[in-house]
């Protein structure tokens, strides 16, 4: 079963609305002690990075998620999640991301609002098992900080400069937009992320 990580730094309704309406069964889950035995991790998550990451040390997440990953375990990190799988973050300098995922995040720009929040276009970087080609749709995002495009990037989007809006580093995915806000090209794109991961519908009897 699916096993959606809770700790305090992330919008939880709009994406268990996502996953309901997708069928796909989820538990929350505040430690790693609650997650499920098997199936996709998700990492949602808005705020700041280092508050972020002082949520996760302290429900030992932190400690926990390489080790999982490493013994094949998806991983799924959405928004903030995404950036917290990098290796850093400009937006707290002295603190190491998970490094699950290639690059570092950097804020946007130069020339342009910031924080980002709204619809931008994403371009096909390189093919990925888990999806089609959604070159030329769009996707919604509300961030400042964005990791740059790199040989793991899989779609990409622009905001003063090009950045990573899908990564991919093994059974390891981050989405910068919001999916489950992205209409259906983000859900569509959130159900093939996570049926590729290994997440099963509920079945019902008749």
């Not at 002082?54 to 903030?80: F, H, K, T």
């Not at 924080?115 to 030329?136: C, D, I, K, Y």
């Not at 995915?173 to 489950?180: R, V």
Request: hydrophobic residues 40%.
């Amino acid at each position: 079963m699916l096993t959606l990580i809770d700790y305090d730094a992330g919008n939880l309704a709009s994406l268990e609305g996502a996953l309901e309406r997708l069928g796909l069964p989820y538990r929350l889950a505040q430690g790693p002690d609650e997650a499920g035995e098997d199936g996709p991790l998700v990492l949602p998550g808005v705020g700041h990075f280092e508050s972020a990451k002082r949520s996760l040390v302290q429900r030992g997440w932190w400690r926990e998620l390489p080790g999982m990953v490493a013994s094949g375990r998806p991983l799924l990190g959405i928004c903030l999640g995404l950036q917290l799988l990098a290796e850093g973050s400009e937006e707290a300098p002295r603190e190491d991301g998970l490094g699950l995922l290639p690059g570092v995040v950097r804020r946007l720009g130069p020339g342009v609002k910031v924080p980002h929040m709204g619809w931008s276009q994403v371009t096909l970087n390189h093919a990925h098992p888990a999806f089609g080609n959604p070159t030329g749709g769009w996707l919604y995002f509300v961030h400042s900080y964005a990791l740059e495009a790199n040989e793991g990037t899989i779609l990409t989007a622009h905001h003063g400069r090009d950045f990573a809006a899908v990564e991919a580093r093994g059974r390891t995915l981050g989405f910068q937009p919001h999916p489950e806000k992205s209409g259906p090209l983000g859900l569509l794109l959130l159900q093939s992320a996570l049926a590729w991961m290994g997440a099963t519908r509920e079945t019902t009897c008749n």
